[in-house]
């Protein structure tokens, strides 16, 4: 990239963008998305297919047009663009744990008795499944605001789960049931003709959440023109002595990881 004159972002290492700023391109590994000019994007390929042997590219120009990148599908709409979120992962974790019936949420509260009565640790084959669902929901849930929590109570019992960690697993596995898949609409408000200007950051906090560490739950969604750029759910790293040092933690931390994003849509620099 930098042999064809393309910086690297300093917000955003996956980013290049061109010299004159009319073409950007991420990467991840050998994909490419690459937006811009239309007269420059092309440019850009034929000089980047001269040196390359590469896939033939798929072009999203107009309503309609589709394309994979990462094993999402990826659809132009009139407005922007249309995620759908590959359904295989939510697949293979209903197929490990068996279940076949819907619920409609990915998990919920659970009771002491519950949590007494299921804490016999899992054999080493089940420890092992339940990494590898695991593994494949963390990856669903960077696209999947809807399984954030859950899949963030999952993998805090990856080191020693017990059999209330594989109830809560199976849990979720029912809510995929019939939502294997998710659409993302990626279409930006453009009202009046304007690119929009403000990026709105939403944060709360559940203060005390985890009854087993007494550790607060932070959770954030931000939002650029009415268009989802990021979600998040996590566990606060200290314990807050009340519900407004909890909130605090949750604001300062949230104002930390979205910082990058303006700098990002700055075109990186």
Same mark, same amino acid.
């Given at each position: 990239?930098? =042999?064809?004159? !393309?910086?690297?972002? @300093?917000?955003?290492?996956?980013?290049?963008?061109?010299?004159?700023?009319?073409?950007?391109?991420?990467?991840?590994?050998?994909?490419?998305? &690459?937006? =811009?000019?239309?007269?420059?994007?092309?440019?850009?390929?034929?000089?980047?297919?001269?040196?390359?042997?590469?896939?033939?590219?798929?072009?999203? $120009?107009? #309503?309609?047009?589709?394309?994979?990148?990462?094993?999402?599908?990826?659809?132009?709409? =009139?407005?922007?663009?249309?995620?759908?979120?590959?359904?295989?992962?939510?697949?293979?974790?209903?197929?490990?744990?068996?279940?076949? @019936?819907?619920?409609?949420?990915? +998990?919920?509260?659970?009771?002491?008795?519950?949590? *007494?009565?299921? #804490?016999?640790?899992?054999?080493? $084959?089940?420890?092992?499944? !339940?990494?590898?669902?695991?593994?494949?929901?963390?990856?669903?849930?960077?696209?999947?605001?809807?399984?954030?929590?859950?899949?963030?109570?999952?993998?805090?019992?990856?080191?020693?789960?017990?059999?209330?960690?594989?109830?809560?697993?199976?849990?979720?596995?029912?809510?995929?049931? =019939?939502?294997?898949?998710?659409? &993302?609409? $990626?279409?930006?408000? $453009?009202?009046?003709?304007?690119?929009?200007?403000?990026?709105?950051?939403?944060?709360?906090?559940?203060?005390?959440?985890?009854? @087993?560490?007494?550790?607060?739950?932070? +959770?954030? !969604?931000?939002?650029? +023109?009415?268009?989802?750029?990021?979600?998040?759910?996590?566990? *606060?790293?200290?314990?807050?002595?009340?519900?407004?040092?909890?909130?605090?933690?949750?604001?300062?931390?949230?104002?930390? @990881?979205?910082?990058?994003?303006?700098?990002?849509?700055?075109?990186?620099?």
């Amino acid at each position: 990239m930098r =042999g064809l004159g !393309y910086r690297v972002s @300093r917000a955003e290492p996956s980013l290049f963008v061109s010299k004159c700023g009319k073409v950007s391109v991420l990467c991840h590994v050998d994909d490419l998305c &690459i937006s =811009g000019e239309e007269t420059a994007v092309a440019k850009f390929v034929q000089e980047l297919r001269a040196g390359l042997q590469t896939s033939e590219p798929v072009s999203l $120009m107009k #309503s309609g047009d589709r394309g994979r990148v990462l094993g999402r599908t990826v659809f132009r709409s =009139g407005r922007g663009f249309v995620v759908q979120t590959d359904p295989k992962h939510a697949m293979a974790v209903i197929d490990a744990t068996g279940v076949r @019936r819907s619920n409609s949420t990915p +998990g919920r509260k659970l009771t002491s008795v519950e949590e *007494q009565s299921l #804490s016999t640790p899992l054999t080493p $084959m089940m420890h092992s499944q !339940y990494r590898g669902c695991v593994g494949k929901l963390i990856y669903a849930s960077l696209d999947r605001s809807d399984l954030s929590f859950a899949v963030k109570e999952l993998a805090s019992g990856l080191a020693a789960p017990t059999e209330l960690d594989w109830f809560l697993l199976e849990l979720v596995a029912k809510y995929l049931v =019939g939502r294997e898949s998710a659409l &993302i609409r $990626m279409e930006v408000d $453009m009202t009046g003709g304007r690119v929009p200007t403000v990026l709105n950051v939403f944060c709360d906090s559940d203060w005390a959440g985890n009854t @087993r560490t007494r550790k607060s739950v932070s +959770g954030g !969604y931000a939002s650029w +023109g009415n268009c989802c750029v990021g979600h998040w759910c996590r566990n *606060q790293s200290t314990i807050a002595l009340s519900s407004c040092e909890a909130e605090l933690f949750a604001c300062t931390r949230d104002r930390r @990881r979205i910082v990058h994003v303006p700098a990002v849509k700055r075109v990186g620099f």
